[in-house]
């Protein structure tokens, strides 16, 4: 579409004529007729929403003309706009909401004007005028409600009608609990405590590097993907394209990804039938995750409109946007100090996940003296008086502690280096020559949760396979863990009967931890 050629009133009723996606969506931000300045181009509008409210589910150029013609309506004038309608390319999703604030706000500036025309006659002839100053102002209050009503984003929905409407849910809803937001299953535990990702919600992951943040980010994303075939955004300003999808290939297949990338795995016996085995997992979401190498353009506008664009092309009012990581997402007019730069893109992306009503999910990097509470202990006694030391949390993270202010849940990832060092001398007592996974037992804490569950777990463990790029949720961890007399081998080999009764310890992936060995 070239903007010099079309106005914004043509350009947005070509979008909402050629596309019932885009006429409801403009409809549901405020779109209305009375909102243009062209008369035929007031006739089109008023045909569509008639249309529209009959329920026709497809409308083209024909449609439209007779239904005008219907009407009584097909001036020279409308026929030459409809003709209009057919010459140029439509706008997307984005550029339309762009079009259709500009208008709403033209309207609103050339009602107050008028408004403010009619307060200035009033008070210079108030005299001769018969209509009283309170019925005057009275009146006048009413149009600057009406025009600040008209600007509001989403249609004001009463709170009664609300009500009614979660009732008659509850009435219909099955017997098993349903979850709030987008499921992240086969992550059971974390979705209990969660209630998935919820729309609106902003979250926030953090810790120290090499913890595995960004494979937990990746794990999530595509187990959305999968749970729901909606389009998942993950943006990276950290990794390439390739080197994310060789991470997720090998989640699915059991390969290391750095193998994926510069080995000649037909040495490895059985390696066609997992990669098989892993392209057929990834599958299930490959065609709705969406991986993106931020750059210094990627500001939160762009990535507002990339998810804009891609509810329109999938159909859906709903996404999920991924971002690792949040200190490394540029802004357009960046602030010179650190601290207020951080605020600022926080701020900006808790605004985004209102907007677009979905989950929005960023990874943190911390400081160094969150990294130092997350190093391996050191001295004699070094694990067994673990558990008392304290962890990083959302105060330190790079660049400001506010983080945890915007956020509605707080996730705050650690290992856990007690059960890490129990589970390798496991290891090393279970597998033959030496040769064994590699497993840290990372522990997720959930240090703010935002209309939480009943009785929702604060921490949660999990195995980290470090060759593999892959998490395996283990259960909740528990208060007694913290007590110095906790006997965490015993603990340790419930973890190990777990992960080798769910084949998580299976041939393919102890041969894995040989050729990485």
Request: with cysteine; aromatic share 8%; glycine share 6%.
């Given at each position: 579409?070239n903007p010099e050629k079309i106005d914004?009133?043509?350009?947005?009723?070509i979008a909402i004529?050629?596309d019932?996606?885009?006429?409801?969506?403009a409809?549901d931000?405020?779109f209305r007729?009375e909102?243009?300045?062209s008369?035929?181009g007031?006739?089109?509008?008023?045909t569509?929403l008639?249309?529209?409210?009959?329920?026709v589910?497809?409308?083209?150029?024909?449609?439209?003309?007779?239904?005008?013609?219907?009407?009584?309506?097909?001036?020279p004038?409308?026929?030459?706009?409809?003709?209009?309608?057919?010459r140029?390319?439509?706008?997307?999703?984005d550029q339309?909401m762009?079009?259709?604030?500009?208008?709403?706000?033209?309207?609103s500036?050339?009602w107050l004007?008028?408004l403010?025309?009619?307060i200035?006659?009033?008070a210079?002839?108030?005299?001769?005028?018969?209509?009283p100053?309170?019925?005057?102002?009275a009146?006048?209050?009413?149009e600057?409600?009406?025009i600040?009503k008209?600007?509001?984003r989403?249609r004001?929905?009463?709170v009664?009608?609300?009500a009614?409407r979660?009732?008659?849910?509850?009435?219909?809803?099955?017997?098993n609990k349903i979850?709030?937001?987008?499921?992240v299953?086969?992550?059971?535990?974390?979705?209990e405590?969660l209630?998935?990702?919820?729309?609106?919600?902003?979250?926030g992951l953090?810790g120290?590097?090499?913890r595995?943040?960004?494979?937990?980010?990746l794990?999530?994303?595509?187990?959305?993907?999968?749970?729901?075939?909606i389009?998942?955004l993950?943006y990276?300003?950290?990794q390439?394209?390739?080197v994310?999808?060789?991470?997720l290939?090998?989640k699915?297949?059991?390969?290391?990804?750095?193998?994926?990338?510069?080995?000649d795995l037909s040495?490895?016996p059985g390696s066609?039938?997992?990669?098989?085995?892993?392209l057929?997992e990834?599958?299930?979401y490959?065609r709705?995750l969406f991986?993106?190498e931020?750059?210094?353009h990627?500001?939160?506008e762009?990535?507002?409109a990339?998810a804009?664009?891609?509810m329109?092309?999938?159909?859906?009012?709903?996404?999920?946007i991924?971002l690792?990581?949040?200190?490394k997402?540029?802004l357009?007019n960046p602030p010179n100090?650190?601290?207020?730069r951080?605020?600022?893109?926080?701020?900006?992306?808790?605004?985004?996940?209102?907007?677009l009503?979905?989950?929005v999910f960023?990874?943190?990097?911390?400081d160094?003296e969150?990294c130092?509470l997350?190093?391996?202990p050191?001295?004699?006694g070094r694990y067994?008086?673990?558990?008392?030391?304290?962890?990083?949390?959302m105060?330190?993270c790079?660049?400001?502690?506010?983080i945890?202010?915007?956020?509605?849940?707080?996730?705050i990832?650690?290992k856990?280096?007690h059960?890490?060092?129990?589970?390798?001398e496991?290891?090393k007592?279970k597998?033959s020559?030496?040769?064994?996974?590699?497993?840290d037992?990372?522990?997720?804490h959930?240090d703010?949760?935002?209309?939480a569950?009943?009785?929702?777990?604060g921490?949660?463990?999990?195995?980290?396979?470090v060759?593999?790029?892959?998490f395996v949720?283990l259960d909740y961890k528990?208060?007694d863990?913290d007590?110095?007399d906790?006997h965490?081998f015993a603990k340790?080999?419930?973890?190990?009967?777990?992960l080798?009764q769910?084949?998580?310890?299976?041939?393919?992936?102890?041969?894995i931890a040989?050729?990485?060995?």
């Amino acid at each position: 579409m070239n903007p010099e050629k079309i106005d914004l009133e043509l350009a947005i009723l070509i979008a909402i004529s050629s596309d019932r996606y885009l006429l409801n969506k403009a409809v549901d931000e405020g779109f209305r007729p009375e909102l243009l300045r062209s008369s035929p181009g007031r006739i089109v509008a008023t045909t569509l929403l008639l249309l529209r409210d009959q329920g026709v589910a497809t409308i083209d150029a024909l449609l439209l003309k007779a239904q005008i013609e219907e009407r009584g309506m097909a001036t020279p004038q409308v026929s030459e706009y409809l003709e209009k309608l057919t010459r140029f390319r439509p706008p997307q999703l984005d550029q339309m909401m762009s079009y259709l604030e500009l208008l709403k706000d033209r309207s609103s500036r050339e009602w107050l004007a008028e408004l403010g025309s009619k307060i200035q006659a009033y008070a210079s002839q108030r005299e001769t005028s018969d209509k009283p100053i309170v019925e005057f102002t009275a009146e006048a209050l009413q149009e600057l409600l009406e025009i600040q009503k008209q600007r509001v984003r989403k249609r004001l929905t009463p709170v009664g009608e609300l009500a009614k409407r979660i009732a008659r849910e509850a009435e219909e809803r099955p017997k098993n609990k349903i979850l709030l937001g987008r499921s992240v299953a086969p992550f059971g535990r974390l979705n209990e405590v969660l209630s998935g990702l919820r729309p609106g919600f902003y979250y926030g992951l953090a810790g120290a590097p090499r913890r595995g943040k960004t494979n937990l980010a990746l794990q999530l994303a595509s187990a959305v993907a999968t749970n729901h075939q909606i389009p998942v955004l993950f943006y990276s300003w950290e990794q390439t394209q390739r080197v994310l999808s060789a991470r997720l290939i090998g989640k699915e297949s059991g390969f290391n990804p750095t193998s994926l990338l510069t080995d000649d795995l037909s040495k490895l016996p059985g390696s066609a039938e997992r990669m098989a085995k892993g392209l057929t997992e990834m599958h299930h979401y490959d065609r709705f995750l969406f991986l993106v190498e931020g750059n210094r353009h990627d500001t939160i506008e762009r990535i507002r409109a990339s998810a804009y664009n891609l509810m329109h092309e999938f159909r859906v009012d709903s996404t999920a946007i991924f971002l690792d990581y949040l200190q490394k997402i540029p802004l357009i007019n960046p602030p010179n100090e650190a601290r207020a730069r951080i605020d600022e893109i926080s701020t900006g992306l808790a605004d985004l996940s209102l907007e677009l009503a979905c989950p929005v999910f960023a990874i943190s990097s911390i400081d160094k003296e969150g990294c130092r509470l997350d190093d391996e202990p050191t001295g004699e006694g070094r694990y067994d008086e673990l558990q008392v030391r304290p962890r990083p949390t959302m105060h330190n993270c790079t660049g400001g502690g506010d983080i945890e202010y915007d956020l509605d849940v707080a996730l705050i990832l650690s290992k856990d280096w007690h059960a890490t060092k129990e589970l390798e001398e496991l290891l090393k007592s279970k597998y033959s020559g030496g040769k064994y996974p590699k497993i840290d037992i990372m522990v997720l804490h959930i240090d703010k949760n935002r209309d939480a569950p009943q009785e929702a777990g604060g921490a949660i463990q999990y195995a980290f396979f470090v060759h593999e790029n892959r998490f395996v949720e283990l259960d909740y961890k528990t208060e007694d863990q913290d007590r110095p007399d906790f006997h965490q081998f015993a603990k340790v080999q419930e973890i190990f009967s777990f992960l080798s009764q769910n084949a998580h310890l299976s041939g393919q992936h102890s041969s894995i931890a040989r050729l990485n060995g």
